[in-house]
T-cell receptor
Framework: GDSVTQMEGPVTLSEEAFLTINCTYT??????LFWYVQYPGEGLQLLLK?????DKGSNKGFEATYRKETTSFHLEKGSVQVSDSAVYFC????????????FGTGTRLQVTL | DTAVSQTPKYLVTQMGNDKSIKCEQN?????MYWYKQDSKKFLKIMFS???????INETVPNRFSPKSPDKAHLNLHINSLELGDSAVYFC????????????FGPGTRLLVL
């Protein structure tokens, strides 16, 4: 079945550091890929998405590129801020009558001054 | 206006009780979901409804019964609550069952004592 593997956290960075959170997936066909973010005490918000190979999703300075050859969708940001501290979830979704999001285990990011 | 809302936000109850969580979306979406997030932050699909019809049921104990009175509402009723049911339950909706974005509610934190 489908699965998503994320790097284990927590990831602790100083403000303005470069961020990479690795995500790889196992799936048949061509799923859509997503990054969701969960700030403390809140629900999930879509951060960015990509629907086909080589697509790059971007939002709020975050980027991720859909790499079919490596089955990866790594999240990057050039300069993190304290306000980026949250849990980040990589997810995939197939289209179709029974589509659902399959999530990774989440990676907690802690950014310090 | 809140796009996807859930009530209650917090629910503390005793083992063996029956409880319900309500979800409403005002986005005009056709498809709604329930996800469970455990204490380790792992998120997993439970149910999905499309136009009031059940389309996903992910091997959830039959103590959990979703009900969709109309396509804007998806409620979750849980009978005979157990300690292991303690989790955060998220409702979500999407335009349809295709590859579109899922929008999440703020979550209901259930604690079974």
């Amino acid at each position: 079945g489908d699965s998503v593997t994320q790097m284990e956290g927590p990831v602790t960075l100083s403000e303005e550091a470069f961020l990479t959170i690795n995500c790889t997936y196992t799936a048949t066909g061509y799923p859509s890929l997503f990054w969701y973010v969960q700030y403390p005490g809140e629900g999930l918000q879509l951060l960015l998405k990509a629907t086909k190979a080589d697509d790059k999703g971007s939002n709020k300075g975050f980027e991720a590129t859909y790499r079919k050859e490596t089955t990866s969708f790594h999240l990057e940001k050039g300069s993190v801020q304290v306000s980026d501290s949250a849990v980040y979830f990589c997810a995939l979704r197939h289209t179709g009558t029974a589509s659902k999001l399959t999530f990774g285990t989440g990676t907690r990011l802690q950014v310090t001054l | 206006d809140t796009a996807v809302s859930q009530t209650p936000k917090y629910l503390v109850t005793q083992m063996g009780n029956d409880k319900s969580i309500k979800c409403e979306q005002n986005l005009g979406h056709d498809t709604m979901y329930w996800y469970k997030q455990d204490s380790k932050k792992f998120l997993k699909i439970m149910f999905s409804y499309n136009n009031k019809e059940l389309i996903i049921n992910e091997t959830v104990p039959n103590r959990f019964s979703p009900k969709s009175p109309d396509k804007a509402h998806l409620n979750l009723h849980i009978n005979s609550l157990e300690l292991g049911d303690s989790a955060v339950y998220f409702c979500a909706s999407s335009q349809d069952t295709g590859g579109g974005t899922q929008y999440f509610g703020p979550g209901t934190r259930l604690l079974v004592l």
